[in-house]
């Protein structure tokens, strides 16, 4: 009982109280309408390239905005920032809405309304990222506060794609647009109840988004440990954070499925990344998580590789379980890490840099991915990228191994 209450406690907290439920029912609204953008997409397009090349085009600006949204953070009041963020959220998911409801939902409008979205979750993630410090009392449940997020996002992950998958067939893809908007509106009343300080040093203030920009990068380049998790979480964000894109093939193609078999599948890695991110909110120190890191990174690529042997829907499930435990067991200790390392003032700028390396690499990603999709197909796709982060997992272990991870929290 004392496990469970420890892996909530950052729940104590006022402002915390108030952010996490509003992010729980908006990424629900977000992976429904995710889903149904690549059912949608595949549907009209029936082609893995055509959607890799849109979700390119969708995801560049997280390459051009993240690394300035960083500056933006750590100049600017973060209360007044998230506040925006949630009502153009709102924006968006409202309008694609309207255009699918009444018919007019195209490839043209589909893509500008990605940008759209994309631009917002450039600032968004390193946003909501940096500002967890703030939210929460005592920095050390800051480690706590992260692992719920990704809790989070795993609830999300596991909820969203089911009734994604049970609403595309009962009120299609213009419901599932709805139904997000209704869910993320509840986040625009619950940022603004919010309270908290968010002191600016005099440096950062007088410095220009230029001079910012510089120095966030400087001192990312200037620390072996810094660089090593960025890198890590580059390389397999690139692979991993393509199975979205992958499932709505390997669902047709592979397992001969419809959107319910999709929701089943999408689901399965919903609970195993619930699963890990539960065991790790529950952990109260640092010690431990680099190794948790790299038997994760081993268990993800060893899953994407059985997903290449089977077209039978129960094994397929079951690695997918395997890719969701095993992406989270080592996404989740990184971010850990990486925060308990960096100076305060530079929160903003590495969580930036972070960010894109975790979902901005996808522009280039899901172009490479739907390429080589399309070339050799999923079965052997899947075996190929689970052999990369493989190799990958072992050059990392190696470096890990020999780093000693300082917290500055405490």
């Given at each position: 009982?004392?496990?469970?209450?420890?892996?909530?406690?950052?729940?104590?907290?006022?402002?915390?109280?108030?952010?996490?439920?509003?992010?729980?029912?908006?990424?629900?609204?977000?992976?429904?309408?995710?889903?149904a953008i690549s059912w949608v997409v595949y549907e009209i397009t029936n082609s893995p390239?055509?959607?890799?090349?849109?979700?390119?085009?969708?995801?560049?600006?997280?390459?051009?905005?993240?690394?300035?949204?960083?500056?933006?953070?750590?100049?600017?009041?973060?209360?007044?920032?998230?506040?925006?963020?949630?009502?153009?959220?709102?924006?968006?998911?409202?309008?694609?809405?309207?255009?699918?409801?009444?018919?007019?939902?195209?490839?043209?409008?589909?893509?500008?309304?990605?940008?759209?979205?994309?631009?917002?979750?450039?600032?968004?993630?390193?946003?909501?990222?940096?500002?967890?410090?703030?939210?929460?009392?005592?920095?050390?449940?800051?480690?706590?506060?992260?692992?719920?997020?990704?809790?989070?996002?795993?609830?999300?992950?596991?909820?969203?794609?089911?009734?994604?998958?049970?609403?595309?067939?009962?009120?299609?893809?213009?419901?599932?647009?709805?139904?997000?908007?209704?869910?993320?509106?509840?986040?625009?009343?619950?940022?603004?109840?919010?309270?908290?300080?968010?002191?600016?040093?005099?440096?950062?203030?007088?410095?220009?988004?230029?001079?910012?920009?510089?120095?966030?990068?400087?001192?990312?380049?200037?620390?072996?440990?810094?660089?090593?998790?960025?890198?890590?979480?580059?390389?397999?964000?690139?692979?991993?954070?393509?199975?979205?894109?992958?499932?709505?093939?390997?669902?047709?193609?592979?397992?001969?499925?419809?959107?319910?078999?999709?929701?089943?599948?999408?689901?399965?890695?919903?609970?195993?990344?619930?699963?890990?991110?539960?065991?790790?909110?529950?952990?109260?120190?640092?010690?431990?998580?680099?190794?948790?890191?790299?038997?994760?990174?081993?268990?993800?690529?060893?899953?994407?590789?059985?997903?290449?042997?089977?077209?039978?829907?129960?094994?397929?499930?079951?690695?997918?379980?395997?890719?969701?435990?095993?992406?989270?067991?080592?996404?989740?200790?990184?971010?850990?890490?990486?925060?308990?390392?960096?100076?305060?003032?530079?929160?903003?700028?590495?969580?930036?840099?972070?960010?894109?390396?975790?979902?901005?690499?996808?522009?280039?990603?899901?172009?490479?991915?739907?390429?080589?999709?399309?070339?050799?197909?999923?079965?052997?796709?899947?075996?190929?990228?689970?052999?990369?982060?493989?190799?990958?997992?072992?050059?990392?272990?190696?470096?890990?191994?020999?780093?000693?991870?300082?917290?500055?929290?405490?």
């Open positions: 009982m004392n496990r469970i209450a420890s892996a909530f406690r950052s729940l104590k907290y006022r402002n915390f109280r108030l952010f996490f439920p509003g992010l729980v029912t908006s990424q629900v609204g977000i992976w429904i309408q995710n889903v390239f055509m959607m890799g090349l849109i979700m390119f085009f969708n995801t560049i600006p997280l390459f051009l905005v993240t690394p300035f949204a960083g500056v933006i953070i750590d100049k600017f009041n973060r209360h007044k920032l998230l506040m925006m963020i949630q009502v153009l959220f709102a924006l968006q998911s409202f309008l694609i809405a309207v255009f699918a409801l009444s018919g007019h939902l195209r490839i043209w409008n589909i893509v500008l309304l990605g940008v759209f979205l994309n631009i917002i979750a450039a600032i968004d993630t390193p946003l909501r990222q940096s500002t967890y410090i703030r939210l929460v009392d005592d920095k050390r449940d800051l480690s706590n506060a992260i692992s719920l997020n990704s809790t989070c996002f795993n609830v999300a992950r596991l909820i969203g794609p089911a009734l994604a998958g049970v609403l595309l067939s009962l009120v299609g893809a213009g419901g599932c647009f709805l139904i997000n908007f209704f869910c993320i509106f509840p986040s625009v009343i619950l940022v603004a109840m919010m309270r908290f300080e968010d002191k600016k040093s005099d440096k950062i203030k007088n410095e220009t988004i230029l001079e910012g920009l510089k120095e966030g990068w400087e001192y990312a380049f200037s620390s072996e440990q810094i660089l090593t998790l960025l890198a890590f979480i580059g390389l397999f964000a690139f692979i991993a954070l393509s199975y979205p894109m992958l499932m709505p093939i390997y669902t047709k193609d592979v397992l001969h499925g419809d959107s319910r078999v999709l929701g089943y599948v999408m689901s399965s890695a919903g609970i195993g990344a619930l699963c890990s991110s539960i065991f790790l909110a529950a952990k109260t120190t640092l010690r431990g998580l680099k190794y948790i890191l790299c038997v994760g990174a081993f268990l993800l690529s060893a899953a994407f590789i059985c997903l290449g042997f089977t077209n039978n829907l129960v094994p397929a499930c079951v690695f997918m379980f395997c890719v969701g435990f095993g992406m989270t067991s080592a996404m989740t200790p990184e971010n850990t890490l990486l925060q308990s390392i960096v100076d305060d003032d530079k929160r903003g700028r590495i969580m930036s840099i972070h960010t894109i390396c975790f979902t901005g690499v996808t522009s280039l990603s899901s172009f490479v991915i739907g390429s080589v999709t399309q070339v050799i197909g999923i079965s052997r796709s899947m075996i190929l990228f689970g052999s990369i982060l493989f190799a990958a997992g072992i050059f990392f272990t190696v470096k890990f191994c020999r780093m000693q991870f300082e917290s500055k929290l405490f």
